[in-house]
């Protein structure tokens, strides 16, 4: 039996956001928003997040950018019934995790941040160089 890409994948979202108290869900997406994995989602809604939060991670990190802040961390989005968190994994994706209210702030950003940081170790895009030119 082999393992693929996606089933390393699931098994640390799983291992990690299993942990979170009211976890409804999470999306990993590149940074141009096509998603690359869900956990407890089902496919269109997954997408449909992905796009919409590929947007609000884009704007952080151009804010980021504009004030000199460094790397964006995590963002966190709270809503009458929902919490979202947004965190960063390496240099090209991003990941996304949704729960109910029941959830604990620092637990969310905790699990959410360890999570990437699990993923970007092995999903991190390099940035490309320009080849030197004589």
């Known amino acids: 039996m082999t393992t693929t890409p996606n089933d390393m994948i699931f098994s640390v979202l799983d291992n990690n956001l299993s942990r979170i108290a009211g976890i409804q869900g999470a999306v990993l997406l590149s940074n141009d928003g096509i998603k690359l994995s869900a956990y407890l989602l ?5 997408e449909r997040i992905a796009a919409a939060s590929s947007g609000i991670a884009s704007t952080m990190k151009a804010i980021s950018r504009e004030i000199d802040g460094g790397r964006v961390i995590r963002q966190l989005v709270e ?4 919490y979202l968190c947004i965190v960063g994994c390496g240099e090209g994706s991003t990941l996304i995790v949704v ?5 604990r702030l620092g637990e969310l950003g905790g699990e959410a941040v360890r999570t990437a940081q699990a993923l970007g170790e092995w999903l991190g895009t390099p940035e490309r160089t320009q080849p030197a030119t004589s």
């Open 99 to 103: 729960t109910s209210r029941k959830a």
């Open 42 to 46: 089902d496919r269109p809604q997954a």
């Open 79 to 82: 809503m009458d019934d929902r």
